[in-house]
């Protein structure tokens, strides 16, 4: 079990990481070089790995934090050509030829998935079962009969039925999906893991990356001024710590949450679960977010599973509610599944929205031809992970893909302008904070484990006291591109309303883009 915050991206410990075993850090302690430098040991730098590796290329992965625990061990782990954002609106943006890419790859990731968990005997719970997507109650069936024409324009298989399998509750029709999937990430990342070294992969933990190079003398350089040169470079730290400004424009982070509820087997039917209740994201204007999300996981015995519930998301930084959320959630989940016990886990992870629905994978669209970037994981990062599995390598390795041009980062969706020009908007109200007075007006007015912003003369301070009483005082100026942080009390970490990198209480780094701490407020 994870006991370290500073080994994963929030002091809430998430139910994978309570279930899986806790790797030692492997820090990198020499200049080294390699074919193929990965930046990121989540879902998508392992499973690009991987791909490398077996095939003879020669690979490094380096990761500040613990193998997966960043936003890969935040997830729910649904395996879904479901997507998050509704075909008809992946139509408007790519056409009816994009959607019907955008349900192949995304169909081809989950039976990726299920072939390297079969050949490499990875013991990561992996399970094929339905999907169910509904609208809440007294809701019109418009968007949901909409959707299901857009994905049989898509070439799934989907089906109404009249209620989603949940006993005693009425959804009304719904559509179901067959084919979906889920598994256990952690373990599944595991797997991948000991494939990668088998192979002659090399896997450097506890390694800050502070700068990702691209060019004939392509290198990346570690926070202790290590390098690591190679012939190709990938940026697949959920959020590219390499590109200051392109994809950040394009891209949103939204926080959300999720709660596991302890049930006995049998009480949940074995199935994936979505509605589609919407709710404003903060003012950012890009558009509906799917608002629960449900499946269930083996529980600590044989008569015992969670019932993992997600959804009550925003603009990350932009809400300070955390706990009325996770209520939210509870009463959702218990409104339907009654005989759902208490909460046994709570945490909060971030999703990057990208502006057109589909994340950018491929070529780094303000770099080199040889640095290639993963982000923009739209909700469904396990399946987009698995995507940059099977199209990066190809990129490197012959230089196209079929699925390159649908995933292109620097692509320009002409039809997602107003979202853009709205995002964008809402990134530069939050330079407003400059001007504002702080949220405590001294730091005496903290208690033990408690933060808060205030202002010094010109100055705003991000200031927190530690269980032992002791002051903490660091400047609130995110060293990307300078927004103030706001503190989040639920996960002890301060959290940036511009592009989501997130520190924790003593100002480090967990997630990017910003590559630096906060600074010392001396």
Same mark, same amino acid.
């Given at each position: 079990?994870?006991?370290?915050?500073?080994?994963?991206?929030?002091?809430?410990?998430?139910?994978?990481?309570?279930?899986? /075993?806790?790797?030692?850090?492997?820090?990198?302690?020499?200049?080294?070089?390699?074919?193929?430098?990965?930046?990121?040991?989540?879902?998508?730098?392992?499973?690009?790995?991987?791909?490398?590796?077996?095939?003879?290329?020669?690979?490094?992965?380096?990761?500040?934090?613990?193998?997966?625990?960043?936003?890969?061990?935040?997830?729910?782990?649904?395996?879904?050509?479901?997507?998050?954002?509704?075909? @008809?609106?992946?139509?408007?943006?790519?056409?009816?030829?994009?959607?019907?890419?955008?349900?192949?790859?995304?169909?081809?990731?989950?039976?990726?998935?299920?072939?390297?968990?079969?050949?490499?005997?990875? %013991?990561?719970?992996?399970?094929?079962?339905?999907?169910?997507?509904? /609208?809440?109650?007294?809701?019109?069936?418009?968007?949901?009969?909409?959707?299901?024409?857009?994905?049989?324009?898509?070439?799934?298989?989907? %089906?109404?039925?009249?209620?989603?399998?949940?006993?005693?509750?009425?959804?009304?029709?719904?559509?179901?999906?067959?084919?979906?999937?889920?598994?256990?990430?952690?373990? @599944?990342?595991?797997?991948?893991?000991? *494939?990668?070294?088998?192979?002659?992969?090399?896997?450097?933990?506890?390694?800050?990356?502070?700068?990702?190079?691209?060019?004939?003398?392509?290198?990346?350089?570690?926070?202790?001024?290590?390098?690591?040169?190679?012939?190709?470079?990938?940026?697949?730290?959920?959020?590219?710590?390499?590109?200051?400004?392109?994809?950040?424009?394009?891209?949103?982070?939204?926080?959300?949450?999720?709660?596991?509820?302890?049930?006995?087997?049998?009480?949940? +039917?074995?199935?994936?679960?979505?509605?589609?209740?919407?709710? +404003?994201?903060?003012?950012?204007?890009?558009?509906?977010?799917?608002?629960?999300?449900?499946?269930?996981?083996?529980?600590?015995?044989?008569?015992?599973?969670?019932?993992?519930?997600?959804?009550?998301?925003?603009?990350?930084?932009? *809400?300070?509610?955390?706990?009325?959320?996770?209520?939210?959630?509870?009463?959702?989940?218990?409104?339907?599944?009654?005989?759902?016990?208490?909460?046994?886990?709570?945490?909060?992870?971030?999703?990057?929205?990208?502006?057109?629905?589909?994340?950018?994978?491929?070529?780094?669209?303000?770099?080199?031809?040889?640095?290639?970037?993963?982000?923009?994981?739209?909700?469904?990062?396990?399946?987009?992970?698995?995507?940059?599995?099977?199209?990066?390598?190809?990129?490197?390795?012959?230089?196209?893909? +079929?699925?390159?041009?649908?995933?292109?980062?620097?692509?320009?969706?002409?039809?997602?302008?107003?979202?853009?020009?709205?995002?964008?908007?809402?990134?530069?109200?939050?330079?407003?904070? @400059?001007?504002?007075?702080?949220?405590?007006?001294?730091?005496?007015?903290?208690?033990?484990? %408690?933060?808060?912003?205030?202002?010094?003369?010109?100055?705003?301070? +991000?200031? @927190?006291?530690?269980?032992?009483?002791?002051?903490?005082?660091?400047?609130?100026?995110?060293?990307?591109?300078?927004?103030?942080?706001?503190?989040?009390?639920?996960?002890?970490?301060?959290?940036?309303?511009?592009?989501?990198?997130?520190?924790?209480?003593?100002?480090?780094?967990?997630?990017?883009?910003?590559?630096?701490?906060?600074?010392?407020?001396?």
């Amino acid at each position: 079990m994870a006991t370290h915050q500073e080994e994963r991206a929030g002091a809430n410990l998430s139910f994978w990481e309570a279930t899986a /075993e806790e790797p030692a850090l492997h820090p990198l302690r020499e200049n080294a070089g390699a074919d193929v430098c990965i930046v990121g040991a989540g879902i998508a730098g392992l499973s690009i790995a991987y791909e490398l590796s077996r095939t003879g290329q020669k690979v490094i992965v380096l990761d500040d934090g613990a193998i997966g625990r960043g936003m890969t061990a935040r997830t729910t782990a649904h395996l879904v050509n479901a997507l998050d954002d509704r075909y @008809y609106d992946l139509e408007k943006y790519h056409g009816e030829d994009g959607a019907r890419m955008a349900a192949q790859s995304h169909s081809a990731a989950i039976d990726r998935i299920e072939k390297i968990a079969f050949e490499e005997k990875i %013991e990561c719970d992996f399970e094929r079962l339905d999907g169910y997507l509904f /609208e809440p109650p007294n809701e019109s069936l418009k968007n949901l009969e909409k959707e299901f024409e857009a994905c049989r324009r898509a070439g799934l298989e989907v %089906e109404w039925v009249k209620n989603a399998p949940i006993d005693g509750f009425e959804t009304h029709r719904a559509i179901r999906f067959p084919r979906q999937g889920q598994m256990h990430p952690l373990k @599944y990342l595991k797997g991948l893991m000991d *494939a990668i070294v088998r192979d002659g992969g090399r896997i450097f933990t506890g390694t800050r990356v502070e700068e990702a190079i691209g060019g004939t003398n392509a290198r990346v350089t570690t926070a202790n001024k290590l390098t690591v040169t190679a012939k190709a470079v990938v940026v697949a730290s959920n959020s590219p710590i390499n590109d200051r400004y392109v994809i950040h424009t394009k891209q949103a982070p939204y926080t959300t949450y999720v709660i596991g509820l302890q049930v006995r087997r049998g009480d949940v +039917a074995r199935a994936l679960f979505w509605d589609t209740a919407e709710r +404003a994201g903060m003012e950012t204007g890009l558009g509906p977010v799917a608002y629960h999300y449900v499946r269930v996981a083996k529980g600590d015995g044989a008569d015992n599973e969670i019932l993992i519930v997600g959804g009550e998301d925003h603009k990350s930084g932009q *809400a300070d509610d955390f706990e009325q959320r996770f209520q939210r959630l509870e009463d959702w989940a218990t409104a339907r599944w009654p005989k759902a016990g208490e909460v046994l886990f709570h945490w909060s992870g971030q999703v990057m929205e990208p502006i057109d629905g589909l994340a950018y994978i491929g070529r780094n669209p303000s770099d080199n031809e040889n640095v290639y970037v993963v982000t923009g994981d739209s909700g469904n990062g396990m399946t987009h992970g698995a995507i940059a599995g099977m199209l990066i390598p190809e990129l490197i390795r012959r230089g196209d893909h +079929a699925w390159a041009k649908l995933y292109d980062p620097g692509r320009i969706t002409l039809r997602s302008a107003p979202d853009f020009a709205k995002e964008n908007i809402n990134v530069a109200t939050q330079y407003v904070d @400059y001007f504002t007075g702080g949220d405590a007006a001294s730091a005496d007015d903290l208690k033990p484990g %408690e933060g808060a912003v205030i202002r010094r003369g010109v100055k705003k301070i +991000a200031v @927190y006291r530690d269980e032992s009483g002791a002051l903490h005082e660091m400047t609130a100026v995110c060293p990307h591109l300078k927004c103030i942080v706001h503190w989040n009390r639920t996960e002890t970490t301060w959290d940036c309303p511009c592009h989501g990198s997130r520190f924790d209480a003593l100002g480090k780094v967990l997630n990017g883009p910003a590559v630096a701490d906060l600074a010392s407020a001396g």
